[in-house]
């Protein structure tokens, strides 16, 4: 298997590198500083500033698969893959680029499943980063990683839709530029079959019943600007038009979303991970203990080597689950992509840990990115299917296979 860069995706990469050098590092500590400032849910002014730098940079819309036509830049999931892992080096630096999740995951369901009127409305004004959006699946009363316990009502009434449940945990919603949310509830909680008692619908944030009861916090985190909303649907109603793809559609669309942003998320925890190695290499050089350098110490030494085997072994792994999806689509790669899931964020949390340990206090502090990056990977250890269902569903997969040789 072949993961070396065509030369497209070498001079993508490229590009990508010098402009996080130039542009997204000198500016962390000014994105932190305008968020604390104002509105928390404002975007940080540098913010916009550095998408039309992008923009002009040609490194916009990157991730949308090319079967999409006018709608991509012509990539495919692997040619992706190592652009991600840059973005993911800083927690906010995929949006610049427009890469960031929710809205990848809600514009290829838009470009994969909407409507040419759909996709008009909210497809475009996505795409062009006039807007944000939000995902909403995950309730506080029932176990959501069994995505058929989603208890929202979802009832047709004439030309309507009418909405009544409550979602947490909805990143992007307490965004101020959030628009739209695509909406995952129940329309046929009877049926027989419970992977068709879901459906999926379009709501703008600013219909009549919405309510953005609160930002949730990770690990102590509001994730401001983008934040992870509570929000109730009180008789939310919206036409029977915004409704995707069909009645009884939404688990199938859900798996459709998840395959390619599973890949993204991970890819971007492997450059999180990296950029944690190598603060944590900058620091044992540089750190004096027991008057020698940290990097002395074999126990420090063994994590930096560790962490670097722990990081390529994901990387590899990951690239070829994006490899397998591009041949076969997101069945043919259901395997793999359980696999990363699992070793990625664990990974990604363990690595980030060393470099905490290693910068001592200031691993703990506001001083450096490493708390918040843990943060981070601790919560994608749940976010799109935690390590248990994901480990329950390959270790079934597998015995069922090994079974019948």
Request: proline letters at 4%; charged letters at 25%; a negative charge.
């Amino acid at each position: 298997m072949d993961f070396e860069f065509s030369p497209k995706v070498q001079e993508l990469r490229e590009r990508l590198l010098s402009f996080m050098d130039a542009h997204v590092y000198p500016n962390e500590a000014l994105f932190a500083q305008q968020v604390d400032a104002g509105d928390r849910w404002e975007p940080a002014e540098i913010l916009d500033e550095l998408k039309a730098l992008a923009r002009e940079a040609g490194l916009w819309n990157l991730f949308l698969p090319k079967e999409y036509g006018e709608f991509s830049p012509g990539l495919t999931t692997l040619e992706y893959a190592p652009l991600a892992e840059i973005m993911g080096r800083v927690l906010w630096a995929s949006e610049v680029f427009n890469c960031n999740a929710p809205d990848t995951g809600n514009m290829e369901v838009l470009a994969r499943y909407g409507n040419a009127a759909q996709q008009n409305e909210w497809l475009r004004p996505l795409l062009d980063g006039k807007i944000r959006s939000a995902f909403a699946m995950t309730e506080p009363g029932v176990a959501s990683s069994d995505a058929t316990n989603v208890q929202t009502s979802i009832v047709r009434d004439g030309d309507d839709y009418v909405i009544n449940g409550q979602k947490w945990y909805i990143s992007g919603a307490c965004n101020n530029h959030c628009r739209i949310m695509i909406v995952m509830g129940k329309t046929d909680p009877d049926g027989e079959n419970r992977y068709q008692q879901q459906s999926m619908v379009l709501v703008p944030m600013d219909t009549k019943g919405v309510t953005v009861a609160r930002p949730m916090k990770v690990l102590g985190f509001d994730d401001a600007p983008e934040g992870h909303s509570e929000i109730t649907f009180d008789n939310v109603r919206v036409p029977v038009s915004n409704l995707l793809l069909g009645e009884g559609r939404g688990f199938e669309i859900a798996q459709g979303r998840l395959g390619p942003g599973r890949i993204h998320h991970c890819m971007r925890l492997i450059g999180l991970a990296q950029r944690a190695l190598e603060a944590m290499c900058v620091r044992a050089e540089t750190r004096i203990a027991f008057g020698r350098p940290l990097s002395k110490q074999q126990s420090v030494r063994e994590d930096i080597a560790r962490s670097a085997c722990e990081i390529e072994q994901a990387r590899l792994l990951t690239l070829k689950a994006a490899a397998r999806m591009d041949e076969g689509g997101n069945k043919a790669a259901k395997d793999l992509i359980a696999m990363i899931k699992i070793v990625a964020p664990n990974m990604a949390c363990t690595v980030i840990d060393r470099a905490i340990q290693i910068h001592g206090a200031a691993g703990v502090s506001q001083d450096f990115f490493l708390a918040h990056a843990y943060a981070g990977a601790r919560s994608i250890r749940l976010a799109d299917g935690p390590d248990q269902v994901h480990m329950m569903q390959l270790g079934r997969n597998l015995a069922a296979a090994t079974a019948k040789l």
